[in-house]
């Protein structure tokens, strides 16, 4: 679906794809084979280069993204800014490491500033807020085991203010191309679109993604109704102009409306199998996620590795959470467990 060459189903394939005019999608590493690659989106006008997204900081993604740019006859020195679109490692941490000797501006939006600073407390465990949000979800378990595992890859060194924040409507010029911010809080709360009108492109980093679903839920600083936020920023991206979608993760695609509409109906349908869960006697986050299936192949929450079924955890209670907004449940904390029950 991308033009350029070198170009193949696999949108992982390493190199640099032309998606419109000036516009080159370069797929970059990551240090774990979940999601697989992170696309960055390189903007190329007369005064250099603007990237939307930066990758995670490890060496691999470096030496692609120094290896894309050679292609395109530019270096790292060229790279005047940074767009993040969210706080995520995979999208902001490669942009700080870069900074530190090439001094190019990053920004980033200003809903994030809570969990960035909560990332940028030194002596903390990058998971507290998560470890301690899944023993209220009844997954004491898991929370165990992922205490023992993490500390080793995560440091908080990754971490610094960007140059400045993002804010709903502001305009970002490049040469003729005009960004237009929108910010989508939902994946995570500060997370922003870039929506190129005059090109009819949507830089969406993970708020639509085109063969996954984006986790809803994950960070440190969490909204109290993260699914609610997500479903109205996916309605705020359908009211706009529909647009080609240049996503973070997975290859373009021709339509973000269509992609939207996707979301919305999995989304109506996974709230139902949540709500039918709670009525059958699931009355935790946990045991609700036990009875579902997870991944488009339909796994077992016992079979996810403990990172993804953290995930699992955490986005069943994100459910849970727009059920009881939505008056279909009802919610009590009682020692230090959250249950649901029916309305
Ligand atoms: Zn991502």
């Known amino acids: 679906m991308t033009s350029g060459t070198g170009n193949s189903d696999d949108w992982t394939t390493p190199g640099t794809f032309e998606v419109a005019p000036g516009v080159h999608r370069v797929p970059l590493p990551l240090p774990n084979d979940g999601l697989r690659a992170v696309n960055v989106y390189v903007l190329r006008d007369d005064d250099g280069l603007v990237l939307v997204d930066s990758g995670w900081a490890i060496t691999e993604a470096r030496a692609a993204l120094d290896a894309a740019l050679k292609e395109l006859d530019c270096s790292l020195g060229d790279v005047r800014r940074f767009l993040v679109t969210h706080v995520h490692r995979d999208h902001y941490t490669q942009a700080v490491h870069l900074r530190r000797e090439y001094g190019m501006r990053v920004s980033l939006g200003a809903g994030e500033r809570e969990s960035l600073a909560a990332s940028m407390t030194p002596h903390r465990n990058p998971l507290a807020e998560q470890l301690a949000r899944l ?182 209670a994100a459910h849970l959470e727009l059920l009881v907004a939505q008056g279909r449940l009802t919610r009590s904390d009682i020692d230090g467990l959250r249950r649901y029950a029916t309305a």
């Open 135 to 316: 023993r209220l979800l009844g997954a004491g378990e898991l929370a165990d085991t992922l205490a023992g595992l993490t500390g080793t890859r995560l440091s908080t060194g990754d971490w610094e203010l960007p140059d400045d924040w993002f804010h709903d409507g502001q305009q970002i010029r490049h040469g003729e191309r005009t960004l237009h911010v929108v910010e989508t809080p939902g994946h995570t709360r500060g997370h922003v679109v870039f929506h190129d009108t005059g090109s009819h492109l949507l830089f969406a980093g993970d708020h639509v993604l085109p063969t996954i679903t984006p986790s809803i839920g994950f960070e440190a600083a969490l909204s109290a109704n993260p699914l609610g936020d997500f479903l109205a920023s996916l309605a705020l991206v359908r009211r706009r102009p529909d647009a080609r979608l240049l996503p973070a993760h997975g290859p373009v695609t021709p339509s973000v409306h269509a992609r939207v509409d996707e979301l919305v109906a999995h989304h109506g349908a996974r709230l139902d199998e949540t709500e039918a869960a709670v009525a059958r006697g699931a009355s935790s986050a946990y045991e609700v996620a036990a009875r579902l299936r997870w991944t488009r192949r339909e796994r077992r929450l016992g079979d996810l590795d403990v990172f993804n079924a953290m995930l699992a955890v955490t986005e069943t």
